[in-house]
C-alpha cells in the first residue's frame, strides 16, 4: 500500500530543486508562482526556459520561441508548418499565445514524477527548440521561405503557387 502512495505522490518544489540539481543546470526560482527560470545556449540561439509547477503538471516552457509572424501569408503558413511539426514529435507541442508569438511546452503530469521524466522533458524541449527555431523564425518573417525538410512536398509548392512565388532552390 505505500509503494502505491509513493507512486501517487505529487511531485514538490523540493523535488524540481533537487532534479535540477542532478541535472546540472543553474536556475533562479521565484516562489510566489513555483517558476523557475534556467536556459541554455544551443547551436541557433540562446534560450530562456520557465519550468512551472502547478499541482498537477510540470510544464516546460519557452516563450515566446519566436515572435508573431509579420504577414498574414506568414502566419498562415507557419500554422500549417507548426500543426504538422506537431504531429511528428513527441513531448513537445508548439503553439500560438494571445500576442500571436509561438510558443513551444512540454508538459508532464505530476503524479508519480520521477528524474528520468523532468530530465526527458527538460531535453525535449531543449532539443526541440534547438531543431526548429531557425524554421520557424524564417516563417514567420519571409513568406517565401521554405524549410528544408518539406521543401518537396506538395503542400508547400502549391501553397507557394497559390501565393504566386517562387519556391527557393
Known sequence: NTDLEADRMIASVQTIH?????????CDFDG????WVTGFRGKTANFNIMVHLTENWLYFIISPFANAPQTVICEQRLCQYLLRLNHTIN???????????????????????????????LNAVSYYADCHYLDVLNLAQSPTYVPAPVADEKWWASDLEALELDKPN
Do not use: M
Not at 533537487?18 to 543553474?26: H, L, P
Not at 513531448?91 to 526527458?120: C, H, M, N, W
Open 32 to 35: 510566489e508562482t513555483a517558476t
Open 91 to 121: 513531448l513537445a507541442k508548439f503553439s500560438i499565445d494571445s500576442d500571436g508569438d509561438v510558443v513551444l511546452t512540454v508538459e508532464i503530469p505530476t503524479e508519480g514524477l520521477s528524474y528520468s521524466q523532468f530530465r526527458d522533458g
Open 18 to 26: 533537487d532534479f535540477f540539481e542532478r541535472y546540472g543546470w543553474r
